[in-house]
């Protein structure tokens, strides 16, 4: 993400200009500037930002919250708030629109920057896992970046060499890898018996969805394609 574009949703015309001169003074862009909630969710729709700062108490209109509910409807659009308020009250409704960021105010400059600057770093990290992210089907993804299974959200534990298997097949993209080739470079060259690459399937399997490897008499194993 090389120019990040933001919104800024704040009533007070001054505070919401200041603010804009700071995101400009950082290199960032503002695609708009707004003070209520039909206007916020109109340039969402129209200019797609890439972060929204969002004033929880706006004047004659709903509520910073309310706005980030109806923003989270059109795309999931990270949210950093303003507030004069740090209520307990305000911040449970807030954070349960899972905001990627707070500001209370009065905040200095050097405050949002490193409040932008740590958001867009939450962005890029999340965007680098989820790009590493291979499904393989029935729920199931491999991150081959940190080496981790999941299934849907939730982490299954590998041995090193259940990963080593999981990982050759993934990337042999469904063809068939010998049982040969499997046995020499999951145990290096090791002479090991008969049953150990059997074994060591058979474990694999239990913590997948059985079809998801598919064995070829006399020949090796290869991943199923996803449905």
């Not at 708009?32 to 969710?41: I, Q, R």
């Not at 199931?140 to 981790?148: A, P, V, W």
């Amino acid at each position: 993400m090389s120019k990040i574009d933001i919104l800024i949703v704040e009533d007070e015309a001054i505070v919401a200009l200041e603010i804009k001169r700071s995101i400009l003074k950082m290199g960032f862009n503002v695609s708009d500037f707004v003070s209520n909630y039909e206007d916020a969710l109109i340039s969402v729709r129209e200019k797609r930002p890439d972060i929204v700062l969002l004033d929880i108490n706006l004047k004659n209109s709903k509520d910073g919250i309310e706005i980030a509910k109806e923003i989270k409807k059109i795309a999931d659009i990270p949210i950093i708030y303003l507030t004069a308020f740090s209520d307990d009250k305000t911040i449970t409704r807030a954070v349960q629109t899972n905001p990627i960021g707070y500001l209370v105010k009065p905040f200095k400059r050097e405050d949002l920057k490193s409040t932008l600057q740590l958001s867009i770093y939450k962005i890029n990290s999340t965007k680098c896992v989820e790009s590493s992210l291979n499904s393989i089907g029935h729920g199931y993804s491999y991150d081959t970046i940190n080496h981790n299974l999941f299934f849907k959200e939730h982490p299954i534990k590998l041995s090193q060499k259940e990963r080593i298997l999981l990982e050759m097949l993934i990337e042999a993209k469904g063809n068939i890898i010998p049982f040969a080739i499997l046995e020499n470079h999951i145990w290096n060259g090791s002479s090991v018996s008969d049953s150990a690459l059997r074994t060591l399937l058979y474990r694999l399997r239990g913590k997948l969805d059985y079809t998801l490897i598919e064995t070829v008499p006399s020949f090796g194993f290869r991943l199923t394609p996803p449905t």
